[in-house]
């Protein structure tokens, strides 16, 4: 079955600092990729949808200046946290589509993210 | 906001058969019915989705009521390894998933 890969899958960084989180679909072609986040008991949220070559679509209320999406190729999508504080920790999680299986989603593995 | 409505938690005796409801009552007629789970720690697990008939895959089965305002996952013989936060979305076919707050389940030796 399709794969997705994220990586790191953990980071801890100080607050301030900038990390990125890395999606790949390794077997596919993601024409369209999300990211989620996660809150500890909580259900995932929808931060942002992007599509290859094109910039991505904000959900109410995601900074798009702190959490940049950049969606370069068919295999790879990055979010990167700007400046990040420790409200920001979470467990970020990437998904991927693949025009073929347009009704599902292959999810990645999460990456967990503590801002100290 | 998540449209669909699930009981927070529900509990199963392993190899025994669990059934999920899921309520979904204004879904419009072109939304699709989607089921993920999520272990802990881990991204959501596709299962099953389907639109008016009932679906079948090697995982388990999805029961549409006729009127499209229920449906039911059907885990025909628990495991272990099937206990998870179940999720029932309503999706569109370009993709856009809203997550609500799932059933836990809770399969028992």
């Known amino acids: 079955g399709a794969v997705v890969s994220q990586h790191p899958s953990w980071v801890i960084c100080k607050s301030g600092t900038s990390v990125k989180i890395e999606c790949r679909s390794l077997d596919f072609q993601a024409t369209t990729m999300f990211w989620y986040r996660q809150f500890p008991k909580q259900s995932l949220m929808l931060m942002a949808t992007?599509?290859?070559?094109?910039?991505?679509?904000?959900e109410q209320g995601v900074e798009k200046d702190k959490f940049l999406i950049n969606h370069a190729s068919l295999t790879l999508s990055t979010l990167t946290v700007t400046s990040a504080h420790p409200e920001d920790s979470s467990f970020y999680i990437c998904?991927?589509?693949?025009?073929?299986?347009?009704?599902?989603?292959?999810f990645g593995p999460g990456t967990r993210l503590t801002v100290l | 906001d998540a449209k669909t409505t699930q009981p927070n938690s529900m509990e199963s005796n392993e190899e025994e058969p669990v059934h999920l409801p899921c309520n979904h009552s204004?879904?419009?007629?072109?939304?699709?019915i989607h089921w993920y789970r999520q272990l802990p720690s881990q991204g959501p697990e596709y299962v099953i989705h389907g639109l008016t008939s009932n679906v079948n895959n090697r995982m388990a089965s999805l029961a549409i009521a006729e009127d499209r305002k229920s449906s039911t996952l059907i885990l025909h013989r628990a495991t272990l390894r099937d206990a998870a936060v179940y999720y029932c979305i309503e999706g569109t076919s370009y993709g856009k998933l809203t997550f609500g707050q799932g059933t836990i389940l809770t399969v028992h030796p």
């Open positions: 204004t879904i419009s007629g072109t939304d699709y």
């Open positions: 998904s991927a589509k693949e025009r073929s299986h347009y009704n599902e989603q292959f």
């Open positions: 992007s599509n290859e070559g094109s910039k991505a679509t904000y």
